[in-house]
């Protein structure tokens, strides 16, 4: 099993930026997909960004390609979601996930563990 913390939320103005953080506990973080989501009130949980195992691939919502960008450190077993030129359509709970398995998905049901969320406001 695998528990996750995210933490870098925030009150912000549109245009700003900011960068979540999710810390996983147990030795095998390079064993799971990553995954970031987030949900807005009345909203369906959405995805956002996903990254391979490895690092080496990264996948986005069409609506924050070019602005947000997902990473990864294994030896601090930390995956990263960079998000710039915020907008307040932004703004929800962000979830990051894992997935136990090595293909990377964008639906929600095939992630295993969810971390509690962390708030992100976007002002205008």
């Known amino acids: 099993q695998v528990q996750l913390v995210e933490s870098g939320g925030g009150l912000v103005q549109a245009g700003d930026s900011l960068r979540l953080s999710c810390a996983a506990s147990g030795r095998t973080f390079s064993s799971y997909v990553m995954g970031w989501f987030r949900q807005a009130p009345g909203k369906e949980r959405e995805f956002v960004a996903a990254?391979?195992?490895?690092?080496?691939?990264?996948y986005y919502t069409n609506s924050v390609k070019g602005r947000f960008t997902i990473s990864r450190d294994n030896a601090k077993n930390t995956v990263y979601l960079q998000m710039n030129s915020l907008k307040p359509e932004d703004t929800a709970v962000y979830y990051c996930?894992?997935?136990?398995?090595?293909?990377?998905?964008?639906?929600?049901?095939?992630?295993?563990?969810w971390g509690q969320g962390t708030q992100v406001t976007v002002s205008s």
């Open positions: 996930a894992a997935r136990s398995r090595i293909v990377v998905v964008t639906t929600s049901t095939g992630y295993d563990y």
């Open positions: 990254i391979s195992r490895s690092g080496s691939n990264t």
